[in-house]
Protein backbone atom coordinates (compact mmCIF):
# COMPACT_ATOMS: atom_id res chain seq x y z
CA UNK A 1 0.00 0.00 0.00
CA UNK A 2 1.40 3.50 -1.00
CA UNK A 3 0.86 7.27 1.04
CA UNK A 4 1.46 9.85 -0.51
CA UNK A 5 4.28 10.06 2.70
CA UNK A 6 6.43 7.88 3.69
CA UNK A 7 5.89 7.43 7.53
CA UNK A 8 8.83 9.14 9.57
CA UNK A 9 11.57 7.25 10.65
CA UNK A 10 12.46 7.02 14.46
CA UNK A 11 14.99 9.56 15.19
CA UNK A 12 15.29 11.03 11.55
CA UNK A 13 16.34 14.37 11.41
CA UNK A 14 16.99 17.06 9.25
CA UNK A 15 15.44 20.44 7.19
CA UNK A 16 12.12 17.64 5.75
CA UNK A 17 9.69 20.54 5.12
CA UNK A 18 7.37 17.54 7.10
CA UNK A 19 7.18 18.22 10.98
CA UNK A 20 7.15 15.13 12.90
CA UNK A 21 5.23 16.70 15.83
CA UNK A 22 2.66 17.88 13.33
CA UNK A 23 0.79 14.14 12.22
CA UNK A 24 -2.86 14.45 13.39
CA UNK A 25 -4.89 10.99 13.54
CA UNK A 26 -8.14 11.54 11.07
CA UNK A 27 -9.95 8.29 10.22
CA UNK A 28 -9.34 4.44 10.77
CA UNK A 29 -7.62 3.88 7.23
CA UNK A 30 -10.31 0.77 6.79
CA UNK A 31 -13.08 2.77 6.07
CA UNK A 32 -11.45 4.37 3.26
CA UNK A 33 -11.90 2.64 0.34
CA UNK A 34 -10.22 2.05 -3.02
CA UNK A 35 -12.19 5.18 -5.65
CA UNK A 36 -13.28 6.97 -2.50
CA UNK A 37 -13.08 10.37 -0.76
CA UNK A 38 -13.91 11.20 2.81
CA UNK A 39 -14.02 14.57 4.29
CA UNK A 40 -12.00 15.07 7.73
CA UNK A 41 -11.17 17.90 9.96
CA UNK A 42 -7.80 17.66 11.70
CA UNK A 43 -7.51 20.65 14.09
CA UNK A 44 -10.61 21.91 12.71
CA UNK A 45 -8.90 22.37 9.21
CA UNK A 46 -11.39 21.33 5.99
CA UNK A 47 -9.45 18.25 4.27
CA UNK A 48 -10.74 15.72 1.90
CA UNK A 49 -8.92 12.18 1.65
CA UNK A 50 -8.67 10.22 -1.21
CA UNK A 51 -7.46 6.51 -2.14
CA UNK A 52 -6.63 5.97 -5.35
CA UNK A 53 -4.35 3.29 -6.49
CA UNK A 54 -3.93 1.90 -2.82
CA UNK A 55 -2.15 5.62 -2.30
CA UNK A 56 -4.00 7.65 0.12
CA UNK A 57 -3.86 11.91 -0.91
CA UNK A 58 -4.88 14.57 1.10
CA UNK A 59 -6.05 18.33 -0.11
CA UNK A 60 -8.16 21.03 1.20
CA UNK A 61 -11.49 20.32 1.08
CA UNK A 62 -12.64 23.37 -0.13
CA UNK A 63 -12.82 24.46 -3.54
CA UNK A 64 -10.41 26.88 -4.65
CA UNK A 65 -13.33 28.63 -6.73
CA UNK A 66 -16.09 29.30 -4.47
CA UNK A 67 -15.11 27.22 -1.24
CA UNK A 68 -17.31 24.50 -2.12
CA UNK A 69 -17.41 21.65 -0.57
CA UNK A 70 -15.78 18.96 -2.46
CA UNK A 71 -16.50 15.84 -0.26
CA UNK A 72 -20.27 16.56 -2.61
CA UNK A 73 -18.15 15.99 -5.68
CA UNK A 74 -16.90 13.30 -7.24
CA UNK A 75 -14.00 11.03 -7.75
CA UNK A 76 -12.71 10.25 -11.20
CA UNK A 77 -9.56 8.48 -11.13
CA UNK A 78 -6.83 11.01 -10.04
CA UNK A 79 -9.37 13.95 -10.58
CA UNK A 80 -11.95 15.05 -7.84
CA UNK A 81 -14.53 17.29 -9.40
CA UNK A 82 -16.47 20.37 -7.13
CA UNK A 83 -20.41 19.84 -7.14
CA UNK A 84 -20.81 23.62 -7.84
CA UNK A 85 -18.89 24.73 -10.55
CA UNK A 86 -17.43 21.19 -12.22
CA UNK A 87 -13.69 22.77 -11.66
CA UNK A 88 -11.52 19.63 -11.34
CA UNK A 89 -8.10 19.12 -9.34
CA UNK A 90 -5.56 16.90 -9.71
CA UNK A 91 -5.47 14.93 -5.92
CA UNK A 92 -1.94 14.11 -5.94
CA UNK A 93 -1.03 17.88 -6.44
CA UNK A 94 -3.69 19.70 -5.91
CA UNK A 95 -3.45 21.16 -9.19
CA UNK A 96 -6.65 23.20 -11.15
CA UNK A 97 -6.49 21.29 -14.04
CA UNK A 98 -7.61 24.06 -16.34
CA UNK A 99 -5.39 26.47 -14.50
CA UNK A 100 -2.36 24.54 -12.68
CA UNK A 101 -1.30 28.47 -11.44
CA UNK A 102 -4.52 27.99 -9.55
CA UNK A 103 -5.00 24.74 -6.87
CA UNK A 104 -5.81 23.21 -3.58
CA UNK A 105 -2.90 23.35 -0.76
CA UNK A 106 -1.85 19.41 -0.83
CA UNK A 107 -1.22 17.58 3.34
CA UNK A 108 1.33 14.94 3.59
CA UNK A 109 -0.46 11.30 4.72
CA UNK A 110 0.73 8.41 6.36
CA UNK A 111 -0.81 5.26 7.83
CA UNK A 112 0.70 3.81 11.21
CA UNK A 113 -1.09 1.02 12.84
CA UNK A 114 -4.31 0.83 10.55
CA UNK A 115 -4.60 4.58 11.12
CA UNK A 116 -4.38 7.38 8.99
CA UNK A 117 -2.58 10.56 9.81
CA UNK A 118 -2.40 14.11 7.92
CA UNK A 119 0.30 16.55 8.43
CA UNK A 120 -0.66 20.07 8.37
CA UNK A 121 2.65 21.64 8.11
S1 LIG B 1 -17.02 26.41 -6.06
FE1 LIG B 1 -15.98 24.72 -6.95
S2 LIG B 1 -16.13 25.07 -9.05
FE2 LIG B 1 -17.10 26.77 -8.19
Do not use: I
Not at 27 to 35: T, Y
Not at 42 to 68: D, E, Y
Not at 88 to 115: C, H, I, Q
Request: glycine share 10%; charged share 15%; aromatic share 10%.
Amino acid sequence: MKFSQEPELPGKTGTASVSAVNWTYVLDEALLLEGCTAPVYPLGVNVLLARVGGAVFAVSGKCAHMACPLSMGRLEGYTVVCPCHDWRFDVRTGRFLDAPELGLTVYPTKLEAGKLFVNLG
